[in-house]
């Protein structure tokens, strides 16, 4: 079942997903060469203290940190460690949420750590995050579920690799619905299965969490024996960006950028919602 939500609650996944933005401000700045990426967790945590919201990744299933920290080749649900110091050349992908009163905030981002990134992994991110506002875009009222996924693989799929060959559209992790649980009902592919239908129709109060995950080579994955760390069968590295998305009568609103993504939704020619909270 999908959860629709009232603008009230809309208003409240606001507030959740403007801590969200403010823990990527923070952890932006301090993602630096000699850097731990258990100090990205430390700076995540003071940011939700500070705004008096909840972690919602730590304890969620047994991961033991605020954030995941996910390094080169690692996709997604990298663990923080002191073991693990970022190098110049290094490129990082942070996914963190945040709860305020029981309505939940989950984006990510990926960041260049130094300088002297080659112009085929400056790509990589663009694309990735490019193919986010393409699936953005594709929340209309009409539309369904399938049509988000297409939007984002159409928009990979049309772009030239550096160097030749096809980007990995990442096969087993993708998007999801959100509100008072973190992970809800329905799942979104990055790509289109025509085995799983249309899908639900997007009306307005569904939230959703949209995230492509994209590597230089192989869709594939492995998990370490940690459980949790997920990396690519053939060590190409990966970028990973996420917005949280409610469809409202007046259109999307990206919960967790700061604008309510008024400026990069102009770009393609959509009108953003009205911020609920002003």
């Not at 409240?12 to 403007?18: D, N, P, Q």
């Not at 992994?121 to 490019?130: D, G």
């Not at 009568?249 to 911020?275: C, F, H, M």
Request: charged share 20%; hydrophobic share 40%.
């Amino acid at each position: 079942m999908v959860q629709i939500k009232s603008p009230e609650q809309i208003a409240k996944m606001r507030e959740a997903g403007l801590v969200v933005a403010a823990i990527h401000a923070a952890t932006r700045e301090a993602a630096v060469p000699g850097a731990t990426t258990k100090d990205l967790d430390q700076v995540a945590r003071k940011v939700l203290a500070d705004h008096g919201a909840k972690p919602n990744f730590l304890g969620y299933g047994g991961f033991p940190a605020t954030i995941c920290t996910s390094v080169n080749e690692v996709v997604v649900h990298g663990i923080p460690s002191d073991d693990v110091v970022l190098k110049d050349g290094d490129v990082i992908s942070i996914d963190c949420g945040a709860i305020i009163d029981g309505w939940h905030g989950d984006a990510a981002y990926t960041a260049f750590v130094g300088s002297g990134h080659s112009p085929e992994l400056v790509e990589l991110s663009r694309v990735t995050e490019e193919s986010m506002w393409a699936g953005i875009a594709a929340m209309k009222q009409g539309n369904r579920l399938v049509d988000v996924s297409r939007a984002i693989e159409t928009y990979i799929r049309r772009q030239p690799k550096p160097g030749g060959g096809k980007y990995g559209i990442i096969e087993d992790y993708g998007g999801h619905g959100i509100g008072t649980e973190m992970h809800m009902d329905p799942h979104l592919l990055n790509y289109v299965d025509r085995k799983r239908g249309k899908g639900p129709k997007l009306v307005p109060g569904f939230c959703l969490a949209i995230e492509p995950m994209i590597s230089l080579g192989t869709p594939r994955t492995k998990v370490l024996e940690d459980d949790w760390t997920v990396i690519t069968t053939d060590g190409t590295w990966s970028s990973h960006w996420e917005h949280s998305v409610a469809l409202t009568e007046q259109g999307p609103l990206v919960l967790t950028a700061v604008d309510g993504g008024r400026a990069k939704l102009a770009e393609l020619g959509i009108t953003a919602a009205p911020d609920p909270l002003g």
